[in-house]
């Protein structure tokens, strides 16, 4: 029978924002009683269906794997492994990128989406060059110290980059826990204690079946449990998900999902915006920016917040005392 189309909360990518770890429910398994059946199926089922992705090769770095869990955070595979690989050649180490012009860093980052990633980025290696003599520390508490890394992305290094037993739930992970666990259409809409619970009790002890749990259980989530279309008859798991035994029921927190608008908001403003300047040579007109489609008065609270975030920086005002905008420098 093909799975109903649960309402998505967020979009299916390979690695939410730096979400805290959530829960799903636990009265209804212990995680510890169906780990196995739950863990050894996935970690099979990964061996035979894992994607080839760049940042999983045997001669990954750990700057590498860093920048690809950054990248990952809200945009898809798809659109990040091109960026990812023209960046990697370009700044292979965390020094080399340290030492970019941030407009540079803007422009390579490019159509990804929520540029203030990039800029964080930009902060983190040069942290990790002045305390860390350019290496990526494998320490937890390191790791967190860095500037745009939280638990999730430290987690996700330590597990992908050096092999470390950690805890990684991002979106896709916490879909197939409530489904598989909790017997859920999808988890709450924010992270619990519970349901932080529950991920750690499925981790294996062993460092390297736990990082390989961390990447098959996302991995599951990204190509067969996904949010809008599972393909059950294609999961390792089918037979212990409780979601699918209970007859899938409805998403109980329908309505308080949140939806991702895009056209006419803000966010497509400010993308329109940063797409003009990245693709300018010079500074530009503020007159010339309201061809973006949007009106004067979100173009002025777009560029307001773009300066504020550090992204936009205006270098002079035009005869009408308009200003002039471009990228940052240095
Ligand atoms: S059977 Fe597998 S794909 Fe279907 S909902 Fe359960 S975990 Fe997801």
Redesign the pocket.
């Known amino acids: 029978m093909p799975?109903p189309r649960p309402r998505a909360l967020s979009p299916d990518v390979s690695a939410a924002e730096d979400v805290e770890p959530v829960v799903v429910a636990p009265e209804v398994v212990a995680p510890e009683v169906v780990a196995p059946e739950v863990v050894e199926p996935v970690v099979a089922w990964f061996a035979r269906a894992r994607r080839d992705l760049p940042w999983r090769a045997a001669d990954r770095t750990a700057w590498g794997v860093l920048v690809s869990e950054v990248m990952l955070q809200q945009t898809p595979v798809a659109r990040v492994e091109p960026v990812w690989r023209d960046w990697m050649a370009r700044w292979p180490t965390p020094r080399a990128f340290a030492a970019a012009p941030v407009a540079d860093v803007l422009r390579a980052w490019g159509r990804l989406g929520y540029p203030r990633r990039a800029l964080r980025l930009h902060e983190c290696a040069r942290a990790l060059v002045e305390r860390h003599g350019g290496t990526v520390p494998d320490d937890e508490s390191a790791l967190r110290a860095l500037p745009g890394i939280g638990q999730y992305t430290a987690a996700a290094v330590r597990a992908f980059a050096f092999g470390r037993r950690s805890v990684v739930v991002d979106t896709n992970v916490r879909?197939?826990l409530a489904?598989?666990l909790g017997g859920v259409a999808l988890p709450a809409p924010s992270p619990t204690a519970a349901e932080h619970a529950i991920a750690v009790g499925v981790v294996p002890d062993d460092d390297d079946a736990a990082a390989t749990w961390a990447a098959a259980s996302m991995e599951?989530?990204a190509l067969?449990?996904?949010a809008r279309a599972?393909?059950?008859g294609?999961?390792?798991?089918?037979d212990a998900?409780?979601?699918?035994a209970a007859g899938?029921p409805a998403d109980e927190h329908s309505a308080r999902r949140t939806s991702q608008a895009w056209h006419g908001t803000d966010r497509q403003c400010r993308g329109r915006i940063m797409a003009a300047l990245r693709a300018a040579h010079a500074p530009v007109d503020r007159a010339d920016l309201d061809g973006t489609g949007a009106s004067p008065a979100q173009v002025e609270r777009c560029l307001a917040g773009l300066v504020a975030d550090g992204l936009v920086v205006r270098v002079g005002t035009v005869s009408d005392g308009a200003g002039l905008f471009t990228l940052p420098t240095g």
Do not use: E, I, M
Not at 241 to 244: E, I, K, L, S, T
């Open positions: 799975a879909r197939v489904r598989v599951l989530g067969v449990c996904t599972p393909r059950c294609d999961c390792p798991v089918r998900c409780a979601w699918r899938y």
